[in-house]
């Protein structure tokens, strides 16, 4: 069965870190780049952050929005065919469900396709994960 798979929800304090790890059955994560997002009741899902795929080269290219720039940083282990979503220094705001997804995009692509959700280009996607932050 081809799906992403998320680790499990976590409560977390505020000021803490938490990895909330994505993992690929029945594809090769290899080829696709990544996206983190995150959604809260009411609200449009968000771009987290995104990370491409290292095809023909010996790093990927990330890119993280305003609100958790130096706080997040995503990873990849392509031998372990998963994505890693690192947070640090966890505010309140947040909280919400983190879905990642993947997309047979170049690393160009990607960070618009992220910044406006993953909406329509995404080919696959995570069930998500809670997490909540307590203050």
């Known amino acids: 069965q081809v799906q992403l798979v998320e680790s499990g929800r976590a409560l977390v304090q505020s000021g803490g870190s938490l990895t909330v790890s994505c993992t690929a059955a029945?594809?090769?994560?290899?080829?696709?780049?990544v996206g983190w997002f995150r959604q809260v009741p009411g609200k449009e899902r968000e771009g987290v952050g995104c990370?491409?795929?290292?095809?023909?080269?010996?790093?990927?290219?990330?890119w993280y929005s305003e609100s958790v720039e130096g706080r997040f940083a995503i990873s990849r282990n392509d031998a372990e065919n998963t994505v890693y979503l690192q947070m640090g220094s966890l505010k309140p705001e947040d909280s919400g469900t983190y879905y990642c997804?993947?997309?047979?995009?170049?690393?160009?692509?990607?960070?618009?396709?992220?910044?406006?959700?993953?909406?329509?280009?995404?080919?696959?996607w995570g069930n998500g994960t809670l997490v909540t932050v307590s203050s």
């Open positions: 997804a993947a997309g047979r995009l170049s690393a160009t692509v990607m960070i618009p396709v992220t910044k406006g959700g993953g909406k329509y280009a995404m080919d696959y």
């Open positions: 029945g594809f090769n994560l290899d080829l696709y780049a």
């Open positions: 990370i491409s795929n290292m095809i023909g080269s010996t790093d990927a290219t990330t």
